[in-house]
Nanobody, 122 residues
Framework: QVQLVESGGRLVQTGGSLRLSCAAS????????MGWFRQAPGKEREFVAAISRLGVNTYYVDSVKGRFTISRDNAKNTVTLQMNSLKPEDTAVYYCAAGLKGPTSDSEYSYWGQGTQVTVSS
């Protein structure tokens, strides 16, 4: 079965950096767009970043452009999210997802990880 496992979430200070990783198994990894979404308490899940099948194209929500970078390693079946200049409003549970279509709508993603908590203190 397909599994996506996130790691790297923790408490960081405003202005700090964090790198999230997602390890995928049970799927042909290079067939899928990979995305990162986040959900804060009381808010809807929102798109954060996505990357195309071979890593040629990337997509970001405006609020993270210039601060976050998504990348993938198809040889290792992993996708990462490098987060710099973190702000309290980045606090959320971050989920990685895989989908044959996309890239920015969560309805286009078929598989989801369990999430990892990122907390940015002010």
């Amino acid at each position: 079965q397909v599994q996506l496992v996130e790691s790297g979430g923790r408490l960081v200070q405003t202005g700090g950096s964090l790198r999230l990783s997602c390890a995928a198994s049970g799927l042909t990894f290079s067939r899928y767009f990979m995305g990162w979404f986040r959900q804060a308490p009381g808010k809807e899940r929102e798109f954060v970043a996505a990357i195309s099948r071979l890593g040629v194209n990337t997509y970001y929500v405006d609020s993270v452009k210039g601060r976050f970078t998504i990348s993938r390693d198809n040889a290792k079946n992993t996708v990462t999210l490098q987060m710099n200049s973190l702000k309290p409003e980045d606090t959320a549970v971050y989920y990685c997802a895989a989908g044959l279509k996309g890239p920015t709508s969560d309805s286009e993603y078929s598989y989801w990880g369990q999430g990892t908590q990122v907390t940015v203190s002010s």
